[in-house]
């Protein structure tokens, strides 16, 4: 997610539009309190905070991103070694392009 962001702030000149797009919770800069902070992640790049998201949402937040903005967007994963994971150890990737 911090390289979708970066990228789409990037191309889009500013923040702004950005937050208009995304479906991701951001917050502009660090948090500043303790409970503000828990589940972000600050991406120094663009001076914002992305608050964590499960695998699924990540990819529907990415995906989102790419189609605004037309470009290429690929993920590559990794199943965990879990009995309850859909395919343990397995590889896989997630792609769309224009």
Known sequence: MPAAHV?????????????????????????????????????PEADISIQNVDAGHAWANALRLARYLNVEVRVDFEWPQKTDAAHPGEKGRLSWGP
């Open 7 to 43: 990228e789409a702030i990037s191309r889009l000149g500013s923040l702004s539009p950005v937050q208009g797009i995304t479906r991701s919770n951001l917050i502009v800069g660090r948090p500043s309190s303790e409970d503000a902070k828990k589940g972000h992640r600050y991406v």
